[in-house]
DNA sequence: CATCTCCGGATTGTTGACAATCTTCACAGG
DNA sequence: CCTGTGAAGATTGTCAACAATCCGGAGATG
């Protein structure tokens, strides 16, 4: 047994790594709103633990900036503003550029345009299903590949905590594809320019493409 | 006193937080190298607390992912192979470069070049009067600086953890600035094409500086 | 010699209790 | 009416003890 292979060290995870998953899982779905106070006795009593580990979840979402502070006093989940918002889409430019950057310029960047072409697709087969929801989950899924398919961890870190802020804002503000058909072509340029190896062309989509979404987002925000 | 104006709400900082950012700078200056563990009991009687708020600290390094939690056994101070150091300044590129653009973009474009230029003096400073260390010192002050004058938070968070993570390198390769006279003169184009407005130069300086930077950390890795 | 078992010591994970702080409300005084 | 006082209740911050797990070596067994 001196020369094994291919088996990865077993993954076990702790309890304020799957509180945190948690946690997270909330602030994306509205379950916890913006605003809200996360209650210590309450929330250990849920997850059925005591309120050490919680204590510990909860401080890692502070230093992901998705929960603020306030001492003696508790943890509020964040509110994100006009600005918040513009700040958001800007970091997951960089992030997302970046990211299709890196990829198009690797070994597997046809494979990876692949893989975002079917992704594209599945939001294309969703838009045809009339299943504005279903296409929210395949918007999300193609933004995650792309950033994992770039194989950076960091950046991957990064993204995971902007795309749970997005999601947060879109499920408080009940915001709708305004033209569902449009937001897959859009999805689709951009992988086409990894395929292509275009680097113009590629930052110019993924800016365009954030640009609207924030558009959006704003105009939402403004009416409701 | 109805319409007070021009105060900010006090700032009273968590004792987590504090201990957070004691275990960064030990991070960063080799007081915790590399792979070391961090020792519970062993650093809660250092800090005078006990292992909760010393725990939750913690908690918050292995968000960062300066820390690297093994279940049952430990924390341990995140080891940084070549692969790791690539992505590192590949993550630090997208955020300058995103930060520096902002800035060059907003209102306070001249102003911001202006403190980036006096930064960029103090480090010729530093050079004529032969201080390395120094030198080492006003290089971060700049990149610290470039990031806060974009105003934005998130891009100035997630630098935050980078620059820990390039200073831990740099303080365990024991690098030094082989040509200190050209480093002055990359920040001081960067300071430059912001001031210029001139984005494509902006973004080709930028990618140049944290090329050359990588690459004499990759061969000090190599030869150390 | 290699392997298995068991044990002691050390470290981490978790818990419940205690101390400190904040909030809310009622109430007295100017 | 506004301000200040004080106590009750609830919540957060901290701690020390307990349980569970890991690591090392001693010793037995084949």
């Given at each position: ?81 006009e600005a918040e918002i513009r700040d958001l889409y800007l970091t997951r ?79 408080a503000l009940q915001e709708t594809y305004f033209d569902p058909e449009d ?42």
């Open positions: 047994m001196s020369s094994p292979a291919g088996f990865q060290p077993v993954h076990r995870e702790s309890t304020s790594s799957l509180i945190t998953r948690a946690l997270r899982e909330g602030i994306m779905n509205g379950r916890l709103p913006a605003g809200a106070q996360l209650s210590e006795a309450g929330l250990a009593a849920e997850f059925g633990v005591s309120r050490g580990p919680l204590r510990e979840a909860m401080q890692r979402l502070v230093q992901e900036g998705l929960v603020r502070s306030e001492l003696n006093r508790g943890l509020f989940v964040k509110e994100l503003d430019t960089a992030i997302e550029t970046a990211a299709a950057y890196t990829l198009a310029h690797s070994a597997r960047a046809s494979e990876g345009a692949q893989r975002l072409r079917e992704r594209a697709a599945a939001m294309a087969e969703a838009v045809a299903a009339g299943d504005l929801n279903a296409l929210a989950d395949a918007d999300f899924a193609f933004h995650e590949e792309l950033v994992s398919l770039s194989g950076s961890p960091r950046l991957h870190r990064v993204h995971e905590t902007l795309m749970v802020e997005t999601r947060m804002c879109m499920t937001q897959v072509a859009e999805h689709s340029r951009i992988a086409e320019a990894i395929a292509a190896g275009d680097d113009e062309g590629l930052r110019r989509e993924i800016e365009e493409h954030m640009q609207e979404a924030l558009d959006r987002l704003v105009r939402a925000g403004h009416q409701g």
